[in-house]
């Protein structure tokens, strides 16, 4: 059930993250406003994962703060978050969809009839009954995002969800992703896929070590980026 | 029981003393294994979750009391439930509920040590999970006890078969009252103090085929609702 | 009492579901015994008889007389039945019973093995054979357990002149249980041991095991009965208890126990008063 009260914009205000001896981000300033996808771009090990779990607010920050509409103490009833590898739940594909309707205050009435509609939503519904942790990659990840959006998040934050699938899986989690945004979810989606930008992609945020060095609407990033880094990842280049 | 008679004779007779005795064996240590489940269960996984100063010491006193003399337990519960102790009015002594009391407590211990382990390990895979879906507490203690239940069934078997199998704690508070509270073991303890060892070997064999049985049914279960829920 | 009425009622469903009839709990009492009159099934011989014509459920807690004499102390028994005179007259002292009643006896036999290591088979003198068996320290076995049986071991120690806390040896092995365990180590280490003669005759793991004295005057076992004092524990069911010990100490009662054989042989000598009452 969406909250009364907005949590966009999602701000990042001069966030650092330091675990130990190792800052993983650095001195961080981000908004993410509605509209269209915005994709968290960089290599492995930029602290993508980290930026994710902080707008979740699953961690917190070491330095700066991290906001909500304005709010710091944003409880996750309007957010969503997918995870790169999900857990599913020891139990069918409805019944982990239906754990996340309940979650998320969804009346007990009214929950097998939604089921359906997710599961339905991510191609799933002939596997219905069948247990969540025997189906494959992609379908976990379907069954993953239909329980995200079981939520009716304002934000829904995914984490590579198609890091190891093949592109027919692929694409089938790109379309549901896009229909959510269309409905006017925020999406807001690490990837290191440039392809993948130019299917989805409103904006970018492009993160090398931990710090933010580009953010721009998709087309700026991929035609004219203004950094060095930007340029080599755009060309295809490594970049450490 | 007279000097000819076998315990296989016994059941081919369908001798009635002795599913009494069955019966009552199977009552008390099911409803210890129940009542041990329904704290032990929630204990367990309050313990998994929960972080506070000590912790570690009393998770090290659980893991021992598993290993709790059945003796000690009976001679405590005999002290607490006798007429000079301090649940004297109870008059629970030489009860099926005395033995019902003495042996969940041999078996809570159990019971919720293993949850403790198993929970802890999903925890460890669920945290970030429930935790972004706002999942409170209680929930994600049901959630963890649910998704563990497989595993869960294993920590229930060993409880029952500790309390099924033994004679220490059910003797002391129980009394060995013929018809009363005399169970399994404690009828196999008392025909081999009378010498009749061909007969408390055949109660022995036939409180093992139980056993079985019971941990037979178990797996089936288990597997089954495994195939269905992954 | 709710915790008592869950937990009862939790137990009492489950056995209800077996179809266990209720128990009606006033009319059942607790008898605190010695081992030697369960094993002997003595209690299975004269209990249905005296349940029948009474509707009083007899529960019977075997121990050893010191543990029964014990559970009586505490108030966990109705009426204790046990066989160490002395000590039963302590109790009585102490008030935790106002009369002692004799009931019946039967006598201790000296078991030994066949091969007789002491050489003492067939004599009437258990003094001497005691004697014998210290002095060419043949196993022997000693309950150890304060019960009927073990105080009578002493007393007959003593008999023979020898204080047998200082007398004792590797030879002598107090194994701390009850008849039938005591009969089952000295059939496994072929080993003397005493034993009242009821359990005796229907232990059945004899192995290489005979009587190897009997019939001295200072073997003879009385059995009493005594209800504990309701004064000191007022849960005591004093009414239906003194039934019970009514009832052991009439004619009836007493013929009962004098009916009880096994393989011919009488178990026990009613000998109550018959002039009281």
């Given at each position: 059930m969406r909250a009364a009260r907005s949590d966009l914009p999602l701000s990042l205000d001069d966030v650092s993250l330091i675990v130990g001896a190792t800052t993983i981000l650095d001195r961080v300033n981000l908004t993410i406003g509605p509209g269209a996808p915005t994709l968290i771009l960089g290599p492995n090990g930029s602290g993508k994962t980290s930026l994710l779990r902080l707008c979740m607010g699953l961690a917190s920050p070491s330095r700066g703060a991290v906001s909500w509409g304005g709010r710091t103490d944003g409880g996750?009833?309007?957010?969503a978050i997918l995870f790169q590898k999900p857990v599913m739940l020891r139990r069918s594909a409805a019944a982990n969809v239906a754990y996340g309707l309940a979650q998320a205050g969804c009346p007990r009435g009214l929950r097998a009839r939604r089921t359906e509609e997710l599961l339905d939503r991510v191609g799933l519904l002939a596997l219905a009954l069948r247990p969540a942790r025997r189906l494959s990659g992609g379908e976990q990840q379907r069954l993953a995002l239909a329980r995200a959006l079981a939520r009716q998040p304002e934000i829904l934050l995914l984490d590579e969800p198609t890091a190891s699938l093949d592109p027919a899986a692929t694409r089938f989690v790109e379309e549901i992703v896009r229909a959510a945004a269309h409905s006017g979810t925020k999406i807001v989606m690490a990837s290191h896929d440039l392809g993948q930008v130019r299917r989805l992609a409103g904006e970018v945020v492009f993160l090398v070590r931990g710090r933010v060095v580009e953010h721009a609407s998709a087309s700026d990033f991929l035609d004219?980026?203004?950094?060095?880094?930007?340029a080599a990842f755009v060309r295809g280049d490594l970049v450490l | 029981m007279s000097e000819t008679v076998s315990a296989w004779q016994l059941i081919a007779s369908g001798d009635a003393t002795l599913f009494a005795i069955v019966r009552l064996s199977l009552a008390v240590s099911l409803t210890a294994v129940a009542i041990a489940m329904v704290v032990g269960l929630p204990l367990g996984a309050i313990l998994a979750l929960t972080r506070f100063p000590g912790r570690s010491a009393v998770v090290v006193i659980l893991n021992g009391f598993m290993g709790l003399p059945p003796v000690v337990v009976g001679l405590t519960v005999y002290l607490l439930l006798s007429r000079s102790g301090p649940l004297g009015e109870l008059g629970l002594l030489f009860t099926p509920t005395a033995m019902v009391i003495a042996q969940a407590l041999l078996v809570l211990p159990i019971i919720a040590a293993l949850t403790r382990q198993t929970v802890e390990d999903l925890w460890h895979e669920y945290r970030e999970e429930l935790t972004a879906m706002g999942v409170g507490p209680t929930g994600q203690v049901a959630t963890l006890l649910w998704d563990s239940r497989f595993s869960l069934v294993t920590a229930l078997l060993a409880g029952f078969g500790r309390a099924a199998a033994e004679v220490g704690t059910v003797m002391i508070v129980g009394g060995n009252i013929d018809g009363f509270t005399r169970t399994m073991t404690t009828a196999i303890a008392l025909e081999t103090s009378k010498g009749n060892l061909p007969l408390a070997m055949g109660l022995g064999l036939i409180l093992i085929v139980l056993i079985l049985l019971i941990n037979a049914t178990a797996w089936?279960?288990?597997a089954w609702s495994e195939q269905r829920a992954g | 009492m709710p915790t008592?009425?869950?937990?009862?009622?939790?137990?009492?469903?489950?056995?209800?579901?077996?179809?266990t009839p209720a128990l009606a709990q006033d009319q059942a009492i607790v008898v605190a015994s010695t081992t030697s009159t369960q094993d002997s099934g003595l209690f299975d011989h004269i209990l249905p008889v005296f349940e029948a014509k009474t509707g009083i459920d007899v529960k019977v807690v075997a121990q050893g007389t010191g543990q029964a004499l014990d559970t009586g102390r505490r108030g966990d028994a109705d009426v204790v039945f046990v066989h160490a005179k002395a000590q039963e007259e302590k109790f009585v002292e102490e008030g935790f019973a106002t009369e002692r009643f004799d009931v019946?006896?039967?006598?201790?036999?000296?078991?030994?093995?066949?091969?007789?290591?002491?050489?003492?088979?067939?004599t009437k003198d258990i003094a001497a054979a005691l004697i014998e068996i210290r002095t060419r320290e043949a196993p022997f076995v000693s309950r150890g357990d304060k019960s009927g049986t073990h105080s009578a071991e002493i007393r007959l120690w003593k008999e023979a002149g020898l204080d047998i806390g200082t007398a004792k040896g590797q030879w002598y092995r107090e194994i701390g249980q009850g008849m039938g365990a005591a009969l089952n180590t000295a059939s496994a280490m072929n080993a003397y041991v005493l034993s009242d003669r009821a359990t005796w005759l229907s232990f059945r793991n004899r192995g290489d095991l005979g009587i190897v004295v009997e019939g001295d005057k200072r073997l003879f076992n009385q059995y009493g009965i005594m209800l504990v004092n309701p004064e000191k524990h007022p849960n005591v069911k004093a009414e239906a208890g003194q039934l019970f010990i009514e009832w052991l100490i009439s004619p009836e009662g007493q013929a009962s126990i004098g009916e009880y054989k096994i393989g011919g042989q009488q178990l026990f000598f009613p000998n109550a008063e018959q002039e009281r009452s």
């Open positions: 996750p009833e309007s957010r004219r980026p203004s950094t060095p880094q930007a | 089936g279960v288990r | 008592r009425r869950t937990f009862s009622s939790l137990v009492m469903l489950l056995m209800l579901c077996g179809g019946m006896y039967n006598d201790f036999v000296l078991v030994g093995p066949k091969s007789d290591p002491a050489g003492i088979s067939g």
